[in-house]
């Protein structure tokens, strides 16, 4: 056998890749997820921060912008930082960010928060695609991408139901 016709080993994980995937799509859905839950909550954010309703609407805002400000360079962050690393950093400072929006004791707190938790957000669904893509044979990758686009696709439409359901049976606090 010349080495023409060896077969070119490729390098996969040691650990099943759905297991991956599931690591990676939970992080991906509470993220986009984030994006509407707060928007029944509003009223309840103000009322609990004693600000003005239209103030409170700065925390989608914030959030928002935030998220779309780090899209274009989240690639360039993942070739410096390594795929992996990025988005686990960004799986650690948007959880962080989170409890601190929940921990909140002012409106400008509450947006600053849901700024970085925006940014670190940003930065999980491309990174986390990738990893998935990394974590699949060619053959595996579409089922892969398919159940990351349904969770993508379900966390907008769950989160006004969910966040919904927290402010009234428990605190507008919780969505976060």
């Not at 009223?43 to 779309?68: F, K, P």
Request: charged content about 10%; proline content about 6%; hydrophobic content about 55%.
């Amino acid at each position: 056998m010349t080495s023409a016709t060896l077969p070119i080993p490729v390098s996969r994980p040691a650990i099943n890749p759905w297991f991956v995937a599931v690591a990676v799509i939970v992080p991906t859905f509470m993220e986009v997820l984030d994006t509407t839950i707060a928007n029944v909550a509003l009223r309840y954010i103000a009322g609990g921060l004693s600000t003005a309703v239209t103030d409170s609407e700065w925390v989608i805002t914030s959030y928002l912008a935030a998220n779309a400000i780090i899209l274009p360079i989240s690639g360039w962050l993942a070739a410096h930082l390594g795929r992996r690393n990025y988005f686990l950093l960004s799986i650690a400072v948007f959880t962080l960010a989170s409890a601190l929006c929940g921990m909140a004791a002012s409106l400008g707190q509450i947006i600053l928060f849901r700024v970085i938790q925006g940014l670190a957000g940003g930065g999980l669904q491309p990174s986390s695609q990738g990893v998935l893509l990394d974590s699949f044979p060619a053959e595996k990758q579409g089922q892969a991408q398919t159940l990351f686009g349904l969770a993508a696709l379900l966390a907008p439409i769950a989160g006004p139901t969910l966040g919904g359901w927290l402010v009234v049976n428990y605190d507008w606090r919780w969505i976060f």
